[in-house]
């Protein structure tokens, strides 16, 4: 990592750029992202936080534990599962405070690496996508994209259960 700084230091100095100037400007831009997403990233965490203590996962547990009879599914899968589609980092932040937890050869963790890797951050890739070629009737994929969402996560906990 030193000699790619030392790289860049000496390729800034050949081509006679200002890199203290350039390093502040890209602080500036790396701080006004961050204070874009952090509420974002924040209020997501908390409604989550507050789904999980106040019960509601474990009720859609039990739910899906009456309809899946054999295999009871952790809360924590379930809240990963609903912040998914919604929050690339908040799902992230959800897998590491469940590797933190209990480590990563436990079902659960295995089961919450493979619904990050199978699923995708739907809301977001839908509205961006969408909004880019100025489509504004998107229901039906979006439908589509949360049903398939669905079977990756039933596919990621059905690979954990029987292949890890």
Wanted: glycine fraction near 6%; hydrophobic fraction near 55%; aromatic fraction near 16%.
């Amino acid at each position: 990592m030193l000699l790619i700084i030392l790289l860049v230091l000496l390729y800034g100095a050949y081509k006679k750029v200002d890199m203290y100037e350039s390093f502040i400007v890209g602080a500036k831009e790396a701080l006004s992202l961050f204070t874009t997403l952090y509420p974002t990233l924040l209020s997501l965490l908390v409604l989550i936080s507050l789904l999980q203590n106040s019960g509601f996962f474990g009720w859609i547990a039990n739910l899906l534990g009456i309809i899946f009879k054999h295999y009871q599914l952790p809360m924590e899968l379930i809240g990963m599962s609903i912040l998914r589609p919604i929050s690339g980092s908040g799902s992230l932040a959800f897998l590491t405070q469940i590797y933190e937890i209990y480590g990563t050869e436990e079902f659960i963790a295995k089961a919450a690496t493979l619904i990050q890797g199978a699923t995708d951050t739907t809301f977001y890739v839908i509205t961006l996508y969408f909004s880019s070629v100025r489509m504004k009737k998107y229901g039906y994929s979006m439908a589509l994209c949360l049903f398939l969402d669905v079977i990756s996560i039933s596919l990621a906990i059905f690979f954990a259960l029987n292949f890890f």
